[in-house]
């Protein structure tokens, strides 16, 4: 059964980089599949930030690509997510997922539980 | 970037009905690449559906999904009162994918 846990700060001031780790088990994430953040406001839908392969590849949302940077590391079986210059709209529960891509963009079958970043001074 | 509207906003039905949850696109879905999601309060979302009609893994044969193009359902035949949840749709045919804003479906 493949699980995913997010953990990072929980709050986050503003201008500084918001910095979140996806742990994976039961799945060797060098074993294929990209793997992606998605994020959610309070009381608002989802928006997909950006995902990543075990080499390295990435590919981002563009409204988001200039502050994001999503990294692996396979000897540990994690990858990170990195947010430079927060603002308030940055408040939101973050998800990772497995992310089954396609020829274009993908979907996600396997989900963290989800952490809240508050971005506040 | 493709918008995915869904309606109604909330649906309120009682244990027993039928559900019909509607996405549509502001435009062709390539390839029927859309997909539905559940989500309960305090957990992640849950994929239902991908490739506009197959389910995934372990999802109960009462969720169907159909549509293509621009216009996509999400179909519960009967609702279980687990099944009381907010509902998404997304699609992943273009090179950003997006969801929808979501559809309540609440007991009556």
């Known amino acids: 059964q493949v699980q995913l846990q997010e953990s990072g700060p929980g709050l986050v001031k503003p201008s500084e980089t918001l910095s979140l780790t996806c742990a994976v088990s039961?799945?060797?994430?060098?074993?294929?599949?990209?793997w992606g953040w998605i994020r959610q406001p309070p009381g608002k839908g989802l928006e997909w930030i950006g995902s990543i392969y075990h080499s390295g590849s990435t590919y981002y949302n563009p409204s988001l690509k200039s502050r994001v940077t999503i990294s692996v590391d396979t000897s540990k079986n994690q990858f990170s997510l990195k947010l430079s210059s927060v603002t308030a709209a940055d408040t939101a529960v973050y998800y990772c997922a497995r992310d089954l891509i396609t020829d274009s963009s993908g979907y996600y079958d396997y989900w963290g539980q989800g952490t809240l970043v508050t971005v506040s001074s | 970037e493709i918008v995915l509207t869904q309606s109604p906003g909330t649906l309120s039905l009682s244990p027993g009905e039928r559900a019909t949850l509607s996405c549509r696109a502001s435009?062709?879905?390539?390839?029927?690449?859309l997909a539905w999601y559940q989500q309960k309060p305090g957990q992640a979302p849950r994929l239902l559906i991908y490739g506009a009609s197959s389910r995934a893994t372990g999802i109960p044969d009462r969720f169907s999904g159909s549509g293509s193009g621009t216009d996509f359902t999400l179909t519960i035949s009967r609702l279980e009162p687990e099944d009381f949840a907010v509902y998404y749709c997304q699609q992943y045919g273009s090179s950003t994918g997006t969801f929808g804003q979501g559809t309540k479906v609440e007991i009556k």
């Open positions: 039961g799945y060797s994430i060098s074993s294929g599949y990209y």
């Open positions: 435009q062709s879905v390539s390839s029927s690449y």
